[in-house]
């Protein structure tokens, strides 16, 4: 089946300092999403983004569809952002089920 | 509107009980996803809808779990003879189409003790 695979693995980051998050898959997809699992559990929704860039305030995100990744740009951090990235892909059929990335565990510290 | 509502939030039952776990997705919504979610992990496909059938239920771990969408809206998951193994986060989604984004509810912690 198809590989999902995010980098870095864990990533600390001081209030107010950019990162990039990295996901890459193993084969063509149908829908990538990037979301952000809070304290509580909570996945909430980022991105929406099978191919092409999108900018949502200091989030930002590419997929390029053609060459198997997608980034997640996090700029001017806070620490509300700490908690996990997740990327997602839909892959293959009418099903359209998400197949979850390993993570990003993000800390920002004050 | 509202987004995805699981109840209950959480439930501990006892090895061998039988539980159920409900969804109430997005007013609308066509398809409807069960994932489950165990420590220190992504989320991982159980089963899928499509109105009210189980298009894909390929993701079920064995015969004890069972889905069911009757009305086409709400789901509702069923274990068998749980398990310790059987403890995790089990999330629903939902989305307007079945290639469309999907929407997640805050999920539901099983503990089998």
């Known amino acids: 089946g198809i590989q999902v695979e995010q980098s870095p693995p864990d990533l600390i980051l001081q209030e107010g300092a950019n990162s990039t998050l990295r996901c890459n898959f193993s084969d063509s997809v149908n829908n990538l999403q990037w979301f952000h699992q809070n304290p509580w559990g909570q996945l909430i929704n980022l991105f929406y983004i099978p191919s092409g860039t999108k900018q949502n305030g200091r989030l930002s995100a590419t997929t390029v569809a053609t060459e198997r990744y997608s980034l997640l740009y996090i700029s001017s951090s806070q620490t509300t952002d700490s908690g996990v990235y997740f990327c997602a892909v839909g892959h293959g059929g009418a099903t359209n089920k998400l197949i979850f990335g390993t993570g990003t565990l993000l800390a920002v510290q004050p | 509107g509202a987004g995805v509502s699981q109840t209950p939030s959480n439930k501990v039952t006892e090895k061998g009980k039988y539980v159920e776990l409900r969804c109430d997705p997005i007013?609308?919504?066509?398809?409807l996803y069960w994932y489950r979610q165990s420590l220190g992990q992504g989320p991982e496909f159980l089963i899928y809808?499509?109105?009210?059938?189980?298009?894909?239920d390929s993701g079920l771990p064995n015969d004890r779990f069972f889905a069911v969408r009757p009305e086409g809206s709400v789901s509702t998951l069923k274990i068998q003879r749980t398990e310790r193994g059987d403890s995790a986060v089990y999330l629903c989604?939902?989305?307007?189409?079945?290639?469309?984004?999907?929407?997640f509810g805050p999920g539901t912690r099983l503990t089998v003790l």
């Open positions: 007013s609308g919504h066509t398809a």
């Open positions: 809808f499509q109105g009210t059938g189980a298009a894909d």
């Open positions: 989604a939902s989305s307007l189409r079945t290639r469309n984004e999907q929407f």
